[in-house]
């Protein structure tokens, strides 16, 4: 059973800093891309960002400059470290990778969700 366990929201104020984790688990043969997407209240679902299994990163345009993506091969992981924070960056924030086990085809997996709340 391949899952993604999300860790690392929280409260902080306008203009910090927060760093998201998603780690996968299970009988992993490969991934494929791993993205962040966020929910607001009443929004649809926006993607924040996204790398891929080489390393080459794509970031949604309300976020580039404040916000990077990283990926660990060797951890299954990857992490969105969030800066100069501001009140709409407040969501859920989900995360998505394409993952293929040791037996089956690949499919599309998402994380529990974490809640980021930026306020003073």
């Known amino acids: 059973q391949v899952q993604l366990v999300e860790s690392g929201g929280g409260l902080v104020q306008p203009g910090g800093s927060l760093g998201l984790s998603c780690a996968a688990s299970?009988?992993?043969?490969?991934?494929?891309?791993m993205c962040w997407y966020r929910q607001a209240p009443g929004k649809q679902r926006e993607l924040v960002a996204t790398?891929?299994?080489?390393?080459?990163?794509n970031y949604g345009d309300s976020v580039k400059g404040r916000f990077t993506i990283s990926r660990d091969n060797a951890k299954n992981t990857t992490y969105l470290q969030m800066n100069s924070l501001k009140p709409e960056d407040t969501a859920v924030y989900y995360c998505?990778?394409?993952?293929?086990?040791?037996?089956?085809?690949?499919?599309?997996?998402w994380g529990q969700g974490t809640q980021v709340t930026v306020s003073s």
């Open positions: 998505n990778a394409g993952i293929r086990a040791k037996i089956g085809a690949a499919y599309d997996y």
């Open positions: 299970g009988s992993i043969f490969s991934i494929y891309a």
């Open positions: 790398i891929t299994s080489g390393g080459s990163t």
